[in-house]
């Protein structure tokens, strides 16, 4: 059974990068089927994608936030990690690592980890 | 990117009775090569990750109780719950994988009447 679980920092300081990693249990990275995500939700609002990973390393991201993401893969670890820079309280959010669905970048998110708050704050 | 634009905000449905989500698109999420509607719908319970329900807008995951149910194309989708049961409750989201940047609609609260 796949699972994904999130873990770093849950306090981030304003204009400081925020990093989390997700750790793949239960099947490779490396699969050339799966594809691997961000999502994040502030607390009581939406959803919004970050961005996407193939194991190779080719990326895409939101160009919302383009600019200030970095998502990677470590294979040797089974990992994906997720980098933001120059965070402000409008980056607290539940941050949840996901996997695309077997039809690659084109699909839907059919597993999810169970989320990590992180909070901007002084 | 494409806005996807749910409705209502909130419904409140009695135990048994149909509970109706609309998702609207801004473009069309329908690849015309292969037919297929790029949309998705999940559910989210309080304090749990969103869960995968429907994909290519009508078929559901494993494991999905077939009272629910996805219908539409192009840019017009609907998820209805036939039978609401108490577990029912949650938000749902509609997801369209057509483009990047992947888009979210912002969601709806189904409550017990």
């Known amino acids: 059974q796949l699972q994904l679980q999130e873990s770093g920092p849950g306090l981030v300081k304003p204009s400081e990068t925020l990093s989390l990693t997700c750790t793949v249990s239960?099947?490779?990275?490396?699969?050339?089927?799966?594809?691997w995500g961000w999502i994040r939700q502030p607390p009581g609002k939406g959803l919004e994608w970050i961005g996407s990973i193939y194991y190779s390393g080719s990326t895409y991201y939101n160009p919302s936030l383009n600019s200030r993401v970095t998502i990677f893969v470590d294979m040797s670890k089974n990992q994906f990690s997720l980098k933001l820079s120059s965070v402000t309280a409008a980056d607290t959010a539940v941050y949840y690592c996901?996997?695309?669905?077997?039809?690659?970048?084109?699909?839907?998110?059919?597993?999810w980890g169970q989320g990590t708050l992180v909070t901007v704050s002084s | 990117d494409i806005v996807m634009t749910q409705s209502p905000d909130s419904l409140a449905v009695s135990l048994g009775e149909r509970a109706t989500i609309n998702c609207k698109s801004s473009q069309s999420v329908l690849y015309t090569s292969s037919n297929k509607n790029y949309l998705a719908w999940y559910q989210q319970k309080p304090g749990q990750p969103p869960t995968l329900l429907i994909y290519?807008?009508?078929t559901r995951e494993s494991g999905v109780p077939d009272r629910f149910s996805g219908s539409g194309s192009g840019t017009d989708f609907t998820l209805t719950i036939s039978n609401l049961q108490a577990e029912d409750v949650a938000v749902y989201y509609c997801?369209?994988?057509?483009?990047?940047?992947?888009?979210f609609g912002q969601g709806t609260k189904v409550e017990i009447k």
């Open positions: 996901a996997r695309h669905s077997e039809w690659g970048l084109h699909s839907p998110f059919d597993y």
């Open positions: 290519w807008a009508s």
């Open positions: 997801q369209q994988y057509y483009s990047t940047p992947r888009t």
């Open positions: 239960g099947d490779s990275i490396r699969s050339t089927t799966y594809y």
